[in-house]
T-cell receptor
Framework: DSGVTQTPKHLITATGQRVTLRCSPR?????VYWYQQSLDQGLQFLIQ???????AKGNILERFSAQQFPDLHSELNLSSLELGDSALYFC?????????????FGNGTRLTVT | GQQLNQSPQSMFIQEGEDVSMNCTSS?????WLWYKQEPGEGPVLLIA?????ELTSNGRLTAQFGITRKDSFLNISASIPSDVGIYFC???????????FGTGTLLAVQP
């Protein structure tokens, strides 16, 4: 058990809808990362937060947004969903948020857009 | 998105065999990490490497940080069925401040 909790585990929704994925980092970790994993793209970095502030941005679409709250949990919001957004979405956390910090991953949310 | 070249893409071996996989980058990295992902779960950190030439073991797993700082290797000795999964390398440093993941090596072990 990595200590990173993600909910929900599965999500099925229709195109055009909006969903929110939630992540609680390991106790004591200040930084949260979001990754998207699809069959043909591997693990793609979306965005990183450190202690409530955005730290780095990757290949995150404008339809997607995230935030980290004062209690350090994070939410990833996906809107105007398209079929191609179907993927596994992973949250990871690290203690200090530096690029060489090992990441600890949750078990992911599997999003299916129909 | 930017990714590391990881090979082989997949391996199908017999229980007891040794396994080698590697990861290469066009950039110099300061950190190499190796993860294993099993079905339905998130990647789990196996080994972290922080210094060129470093050789680190975790049980039957051994990983090395290449001298050129552009590659890393993972070896698994005497494979067992529970070694099945996808192995990812990840690197950071140099031109990018982000942790970049390799494309993964799928390992299947025949009992």
């Amino acid at each position: 058990d990595s200590g990173v909790t993600q909910t929900p585990k599965h999500l099925i929704t229709a195109t055009g809808q909006r969903v929110t994925l939630r992540c609680s980092p390991r106790s004591g970790d200040l930084s949260v990362y979001w990754y998207q994993q699809s069959l043909d793209q591997g693990l793609q970095f979306l965005i990183q937060y450190y202690n409530g502030e955005e730290r780095a941005k990757g290949n995150i679409l404008e339809r997607f947004s995230a935030q980290q709250f004062p209690d350090l949990h994070s939410e990833l919001n996906l809107s105007s969903l398209e079929l191609g957004d179907s993927a596994l979405y992973f949250c990871a956390s690290s203690a200090i948020g530096q690029s060489n910090s090992p990441l600890h991953f949750g078990n992911g949310t599997r999003l299916t857009v129909t | 998105g930017q990714q590391l070249n990881q090979s082989p893409q997949s391996m199908f071996i017999q229980e007891g065999e040794d396994v080698s996989m590697n990861c290469t980058s066009s950039s110099i990295f300061n950190t190499w990490l190796w993860y294993k992902q099993e079905p339905g779960e998130g990647p789990v950190l196996l080994i972290a490497l922080y210094k060129a030439g470093e050789l680190t073991s975790n049980g039957r797993l051994t990983a090395q940080f290449g001298i050129t700082r552009k590659d890393s290797f993972l070896n698994i000795s005497a494979s067992i069925p529970s070694d099945v999964g996808i192995y990812f390398c990840a690197g950071s440093g140099g031109a990018t401040n982000k942790l970049i993941f390799g494309t993964g090596t799928l390992l299947a072990v025949q009992p």
